[in-house]
């Protein structure tokens, strides 16, 4: 059971006996229970208990996680089943004697660690900007004074005083309010500022976004002042919660999770045949060690040695390429993740939305609605009337409203200085937007009618107003909830105005109403009963405020419909206010689509139920942070390949466990930067789509790498098995397979990786979430090809020792076909579904120039002392030269002769 802190330190207590609840429910106690619970008062902690506690609970913060140093990096990269192999065979040609070959093989490894090891280590970051988010200076109450000090020292039981503009560095319980409203979108998703107010207990499961008696832990202060009681820091906060969420292990790229699968296979293959060619050789009577050095040489044969650097550069080409359509990646094998997403969970605010309060919809008595332009603090938008243009009495009107809106408002906005130029509450800072939006002078009309009397906003009431001076009269200006102002106005249709009011509402709008009244009176007048003036009121109009999409978000959720991925949006919002933007979106339609944190909290770990309602469902709405990562791992567990995306510190668990976890770059957090694999440099979801392209562009490369790898292993596999059985000498050598495997194919195979991506990318679906990289294609088009090369590979070295050359000669020739024959193959290997000939070869120069250049160092090692004598081969003859090249070019027919039976079995069978 959870007890409180002071039960562990003075159990003797007889007040402390009782259960005491998690932070998470400080909100369904009473304050006169909390202030037992934390045996604290109205005057706060003495500095001597408040020491005592801060040794007990530790400093409000969070623990840092031991960063990754160097080497830690460097031995990540060894960790790959494919890698062991290569160090076996390594350890192998060491114990056999054979050092050329163990000096080749190592080589390759260095060359694949220090890639990845520099990319990974230039983006290591983790959870560092968590650590520090809740760091700041808080005025306490101590020794019943108030303090300023630092909020690593605050402890539960501390009073804290909070104003506008202050952040919350605790999880607290309000004790005293007036006008209090936060931001909690980083915590709650929520992009609509959060009215607070002392209340009493609120009901136990009440969700985190509707604790309205508590301010929490990473939250800033919009308006208003308070004084509230810590109940919860460091760890035990809400925030704290999340860290340790974030403590959690990542899930592991797909990409990862197919090389492994792939790797082991290849392993446990290679053991098989080697084990077998070792013991049939030794029940033959064979030597021991000339057994070994056939081992080793079959093991090269069949070990791709230069896989690991070819998806290494593979995937750093893809990583250039994604980063110049604004895809940021931070680990490489997530590069080609958003290709193999089957569901992209979306957070609402910041990434299909552009997390600024906008006024988008105005609602004028007579005259209709008005749609208005743009987005967040930009001042340009066109105002159009829905019956037409907005005539000069529309714009009067708008005006009369506009007036209202700047008087009756504490904001202050200079569009030309940026960010830095607006200040103070969201909606008063859209409402100044609007104003300008309506070509009126904001200081101007300040400065000619200055305020004289106000009734500040508050929860209870739901409205403000305003009075001021207009030259030589008085104005009251008001603004409020519509059900609260309509009743007050006079002249209009209370039913007609209401119903419009809701019918914004219902379409995700936060409705403000606005009116108007003159008053009498003179400069010597206090005004201290100005609520009395609050009937008659002229209605000016409504305004609906929402968080409005980014322009780019609509198209790019088809765009992934197109792509045969589900976009499933994650919201604090209220469900009616998510349904209305998914339907916007065409994310959803029904509200059967939609599922609530409440429905969520239910769903047990045994319920498939409702764990398949879930996985159904497109919209998920007032989600707390911990059950977006609910969410992640239900979709997961259905058998989905998930991208989450998102953008703020509530975010950062789920980015972290799913499988692909994508942050905004520009407006997001670096909690969600560090916890994702990709970042959105320009914070465009369509950059998304472009990224799905490039992911599944990438993927395409890796398998025409794999492939040219694996089907010429396989024919080096068939030519030395063929070899064996038929009694004839090992064909090629272990320094010949490695030159083969390394030098002559090391650079075709990395060049593939250079091949422009095939269309149509974007309408094919994903591919399934388990299909293996080997899958019923590739061995298709491995088998043919390999075994072709391989079986006349033989026959020429069958035929040579025939016509009674030696083994160095024939050993020769082969070498040089077995290169020739790559150098054919790779343009097989440019697809694997269209003809080699209808590719342009523009689409690939470093491919031309890697073909010509494994030939040419061919050419040139047999010409050159030593290099030849370690590979044991010399020029070829003209005469040879025309044998091999027609040899070497059949590969492309029979391969051609393939792809088209291929198209024809598919067509036939649609």
């Given at each position: 059971m959870n007890r409180s802190i002071w039960v562990e330190m003075t159990p003797a207590s007889p007040t402390l006996n009782e259960t005491i609840p998690p932070a998470a429910r400080w909100h369904a106690l009473s304050i006169a229970e909390v202030y037992r619970r934390l045996r604290s008062g109205p005057k706060g902690l003495t500095s001597a208990e408040a020491g005592r506690r801060l040794d007990q609970c530790?400093?409000?913060?969070?623990?840092?996680?031991?960063?990754?140093?160097?080497?830690?990096?460097?031995?990540?990269?060894?960790?790959?089943?494919?890698?062991?192999?290569?160090?076996?065979?390594a350890v192998v040609s060491i114990a056999v004697g054979e050092y050329k070959d163990s000096v080749f093989i190592f080589l390759v490894l260095a060359i694949n660690t220090a890639v990845g090891a520099a990319q990974e280590a230039r983006a290591e970051a983790n959870t560092a900007a968590l650590r520090t988010a809740i760091r700041a200076s808080s005025r306490t109450l101590r020794d019943g004074a108030v303090q300023l000090i630092d909020s690593v020292n605050l402890v539960p039981g501390d009073i804290v005083l909070l104003?506008?503009?202050?952040?919350?560095?605790?999880?607290?319980?309000?004790?005293?309010?007036?006008?209090?409203?936060?931001?909690?979108?980083?915590?709650?998703?929520?992009?609509?500022?959060?009215?607070?107010?002392?209340?009493?207990a609120l009901p136990d499961r009440t969700p985190l976004a509707e604790r309205l008696?508590?301010?929490?832990?990473?939250?800033?202060?919009?308006?208003?002042?308070?004084?509230?009681?810590?109940?919860?820091?460091?760890?035990?906060?809400?925030?704290?919660?999340?860290?340790?969420?974030l403590d959690a292990p990542a899930s592991v790229p797909p990409l990862?999770?197919?090389?492994?699968?792939?790797?082991?296979?290849?392993?446990?293959?290679?053991?098989?045949?080697?084990?077998?060619?070792?013991?049939?050789?030794?029940?033959?009577?064979?030597?021991?060690?000339?057994?070994?050095?056939?081992?080793?040489?079959?093991?090269?044969?069949?070990?791709?040695?230069?896989?690991?650097?070819?998806?290494?550069?593979?995937?750093?080409?893809?990583?250039?390429?994604?980063?110049?359509r604004n895809v940021i990646v931070r680990q490489l094998p997530a590069v080609e993740g958003l290709g193999a997403c089957t569901v992209i969970a979306a957070d609402k605010t910041g990434t299909l939305t552009v997390n600024r309060l906008t006024a988008k919809r105005v609602w004028l008595p007579e005259h209709g609605m008005i749609f208005v332009g743009?987005?967040?603090?930009?001042?340009?938008?066109?105002?159009?009337?829905?019956?037409?243009?907005?005539?000069?009495?529309?714009?009067?009107?708008?005006?009369?409203?506009?007036?209202?809106?700047?008087?009756?408002?504490?904001?202050?906005?200079?569009?030309?200085?940026?960010?830095?130029?607006?200040?103070?509450?969201?909606?008063?800072?859209?409402?100044?937007?609007?104003?300008?939006?309506?070509?009126?002078?904001?200081p101007d009309l300040r400065d000619r009618a200055p305020r004289v009397a106000e009734i500040p906003f508050s929860a209870e009431r739901k409205y403000a107003a305003n009075l001021n001076h207009h030259e030589d009269a008085y104005r009251l200006h008001v603004k409020g909830a519509a059900e609260v102002i309509v009743p007050l106005c006079v002249g209009i249709n209370f039913a007609e105005v209401l119903a419009t009011a809701e019918e914004m509402a219902a379409g995700g709008y936060r409705v403000l109403a606005f009116a108007t009244k003159l008053i009498e009176g003179t400069a010597s007048d206090n005004w201290e009963n100005l609520e009395a003036e609050l009937e008659g009121l002229i209605m000016l109009g409504l305004i609906g405020f929402i968080d409005p999409l980014r322009p780019e978000a609509k198209q790019a959720v088809a765009d992934c419909h197109r792509a045969g991925v589900a976009v499933k949006m994650i919201t604090g919002d209220h469900a009616a206010t998510a349904l209305a933007i998914a339907r916007e979106l065409g994310i959803a339609q029904s509200?059967?689509?939609?599922?609530?944190?409440?429905?969520?909290?239910?769903?047990?770990?045994?319920d498939r139920a409702a764990q398949a309602r879930v996985a159904r469902a497109n919209v998920f709405a007032r989600v707390e942070p911990i059950q977006k990562v609910q969410i992640v791992e239900i979709l997961r567990a259905s058998g989905h390949i998930v991208a989450m995306t998102g953008d703020g510190v509530n975010d950062a668990p789920a980015l972290r466990r799913a499988d692909l976890g994508v942050a905004?770059?520009?407006?997001?957090?670096?909690?969600?930067?560090?916890?994702?694999?990709?970042?959105?440099?320009?914070?465009?979801?369509?950059?998304?789509?472009?990224?799905?392209?490039?992911?599944?562009?990438?993927?395409?490369?890796?398998?025409?790498?794999?492939?040219?790898?694996?089907?010429?292993?396989?024919?080096?596999?068939?030519?030395?098995?063929?070899?064996?059985?038929?009694?004839?000498p090992v064909p090629l050598n272990a320094v010949q397979l490695l030159w083969l495997n390394l030098v002559t194919n090391g650079g075709q195979d990395v060049a593939l990786a250079f091949e422009k991506r095939e269309p149509g990318l974007l309408d094919r679906p994903p591919r399934q979430p388990h299909e293996p990289i080997f899958d019923g294609l590739m061995i298709r088009e491995t088998a043919v090809s390999g075994v072709y090369i391989g079986v006349v590979a033989y026959a020429l070295f069958s035929w040579a020792l025939a016509q009674g050359w030696d083994e160095f000669e024939a050993r020769?020739?082969?070498?040089?076909?077995?290169?020739?024959?790559?150098?054919?193959?790779?343009?097989?290997?440019?697809?694997?579904?269209?003809?080699?000939?209808?590719?342009?070869?523009?689409?690939?120069?470093?491919?031309?120039?890697?073909?010509?250049?494994?030939?040419?160092?061919?050419?040139?090692?047999?010409?050159?002392?030593?290099?030849?004598?370690?590979?044991?081969?010399?020029?070829?003859?003209?005469?040879?030269?025309?044998?091999?090249?027609?040899?070497?070019?059949?590969?492309?027919?029979?391969?051609?002769?393939d792809k088209t039976l291929r198209r024809g079995t598919a067509g036939a069978s649609r």
């Open positions: 530790g400093p409000n913060s969070l623990p840092e996680p031991a960063r990754r140093r160097l080497a830690t990096i460097v031995l990540g990269q060894l960790k790959s089943p494919l890698i062991f192999l290569l160090l076996g065979a104003e506008a503009g202050d952040r919350v560095s605790a999880d607290l319980r309000l004790l005293r309010s007036a006008d209090i409203q936060t931001d909690e979108a980083s915590l709650t998703g929520e992009s609509v500022p959060v009215d607070k107010a002392v209340r009493g008696n508590m301010l929490h832990a990473g939250s800033t202060v919009q308006r208003g002042r308070c004084d509230a009681i810590v109940v919860a820091t460091g760890r035990n906060a809400e925030l704290g919660r999340i860290a340790q969420a990862t999770r197919r090389l492994d699968r792939f790797s082991r296979n290849l392993g446990a293959i290679s053991l098989v045949l080697v084990g077998a060619i070792i013991g049939l050789r030794l029940m033959a009577g064979a030597p021991l060690r000339e057994t070994f050095f056939v081992a080793i040489a079959l093991a090269v044969s069949i070990i791709p040695e230069g896989l690991p650097v070819a998806v290494t550069v593979a995937l750093s080409i893809a990583t250039r390429r994604m980063a110049k743009g987005e967040g603090d930009h001042t340009n938008g066109d105002l159009v009337l829905g019956s037409g243009s907005l005539h000069q009495t529309a714009d009067g009107a708008l005006r009369s409203l506009g007036h209202t809106a700047v008087l009756c408002n504490d904001a202050f906005l200079d569009p030309t200085l940026g960010a830095a130029g607006a200040s103070g509450d969201t909606i008063d800072l859209a409402l100044l937007v609007l104003a300008a939006k309506a070509s009126i002078d904001v509200p059967d689509e939609v599922v609530t944190a409440r429905e969520l909290a239910s769903v047990g770990e045994l905004m770059g520009r407006d997001g957090t670096d909690v969600a930067r560090d916890a994702a694999d990709l970042v959105l440099a320009d914070d465009n979801f369509a950059s998304v789509v472009a990224g799905i392209e490039e992911g599944r562009a990438a993927y395409a490369n890796i398998r025409k790498v794999i492939y040219l790898l694996i089907s010429t292993g396989v024919a080096e596999v068939v030519v030395f098995l063929l070899s064996v059985i038929s009694g004839l020769n020739v082969l070498l040089f076909l077995m290169v020739m024959f790559e150098n054919m193959h790779v343009f097989n290997c440019r697809s694997e579904t269209h003809s080699a000939f209808r590719l342009p070869l523009s689409n690939n120069w470093p491919l031309i120039v890697a073909v010509l250049g494994a030939q040419a160092v061919h050419i040139g090692a047999a010409f050159v002392p030593g290099i030849r004598d370690v590979l044991q081969i010399e020029p070829i003859t003209f005469e040879n030269w025309l044998l091999l090249v027609p040899i070497a070019a059949s590969v492309l027919v029979v391969m051609e002769i």
